[in-house]
Nanobody, 123 residues
Framework: QVQLVESGGGLVQAGGSLRLSCAAS????????MGWFRQAPGNEREFVAA????????RYADSVKGRFTISRDNAKNTVYLQMNSLKPEDTAVYYC????????????????WGQGTQVTVSS
């Protein structure tokens, strides 16, 4: 049974920072990319960032470029999302996911998802 568990969400003021973590378990994730998505109330789930197994390739949504950084620690089967200069529009439930072997922005390419962690940015 594949399990992805996110943590690190919370309430932060605009301009602040949070670091999300996603711990994976249940099978080997060698060779698989990991991604972060988010969904705000009334909106569709949207791509945030993704990283390949090696970490050599990353991709970011334009809305978070320069503010968010995705990284992974394969020894710990954990992927991180460092979020700086947070804005109220970053408020959403953040999900991590895995499935493809390359960086993909389409959520349909990911077949394993976590339960999500709430990030709320106050103005």
């Amino acid at each position: 049974q594949v399990q992805l568990v996110e943590s690190g969400g919370g309430l932060v003021q605009a301009g602040g920072s949070l670091r999300l973590s996603c711990a994976a378990s249940g099978r080997t994730f060698v060779g698989y990319a990991m991604g972060w998505f988010r969904q705000a109330p009334g909106n569709e789930r949207e791509f945030v960032a993704a990283v390949t197994w090696s970490g050599s390739s990353t991709r970011y949504a334009d809305s978070v470029k320069g503010r968010f950084t995705i990284s992974r620690d394969n020894a710990k089967n954990t992927v991180y999302l460092q979020m700086n200069s947070l804005k109220p529009e970053d408020t959403a439930v953040y999900y991590c996911a895995t499935g493809p072997r390359v960086v993909v922005v389409d959520s349909r390419a990911y077949n394993y998802w976590g339960q999500g962690t709430q990030v709320t940015v106050s103005s």
